[in-house]
């Protein structure tokens, strides 16, 4: 089986670094070779897979000329080999520059041809209106898509437009992670919403303190409580992709479509 090239995206503070970086422990607690590669300028995506902030591919440019793999690359939780793009201080400069520097230079480093991964995730900051965070699929860095969000209407917004994104981009969503924050009746939008555009929900994951406490230790859930149903949930969600085959027929809605799905809902 080639390797699964995995991007996903969500809508800011939505859980999707948190749901990249547990997918990712319960990959490798499966015996893969794991990848995560953090395209959010925040470069918090693996804090938790290493037990820091790992210091960014922009910054490392900044301080050294021809940066070497070790310089950019580091191993994580169970082996996993993390890295962060990195972005511009906030208000300098475009975020999504940083995403397309990384990529170029990854690519020139002989990641993607010299090392034979199973499973490589993209965490892809918010919208894909700007043509850095674009890159993973625009570049054919990844093959499925999937989305991170509640049953919150600006999560679903945000996801209806990710979505307008993928179709445009021509890129397959192969799903939405459903991260849930306790509204009514989430389960039921979220499946609907999917349902709607095109895709299906691959997984759920229910709102916990113990992934909250996880996270104040940088350590993921899997790591810290590998015993536990949350750990057992986001298990479930890397099988689930892991044996995705599903091909999406995308069919997003415009905002007039949206705004009447909605208050169906809340009605």
Known sequence: MRTKRIAIYGKGGIGKSTTVANVAASFVNEGKSVMVIGCDP????TRTLCGKRLPTILNTIKN????ELSDIIFMGYENV???????????VGCAGRGVIVAMKLLDKLGVFTENDFDVIIYDVLGDVVCGG???PLKEDFADEVYIVSSGEYMSLYAANNISKGIKKLKGNLSGIICNCKWINNEKTIVN???KK????????????ELIQSSELEAKTVVEKYPDSQESNNYSKV??????????????????????????????
């Open 238 to 267: 890397a099988k689930s992709i892991w044996n995705n085959e599903f091909v999406s027929s995308l069919n997003p809605m415009n905002d007039e479509e949206f705004e009447s799905f909605f208050k169906d809902y809340i009605n």
């Open 64 to 67: 050294k000329k021809n940066p």
């Open 197 to 208: 555009i095109g895709t299906e929900v691959i997984g759920i994951i229910n709102r916990s």
């Open 81 to 91: 080999l993390c890295t962060e793009s990195g972005g511009p201080e906030p208000g």
């Open 192 to 194: 609907s919403f999917a």
């Open 42 to 45: 925040k470069a918090d995506t």
């Open 133 to 135: 965070f674009a890159v």
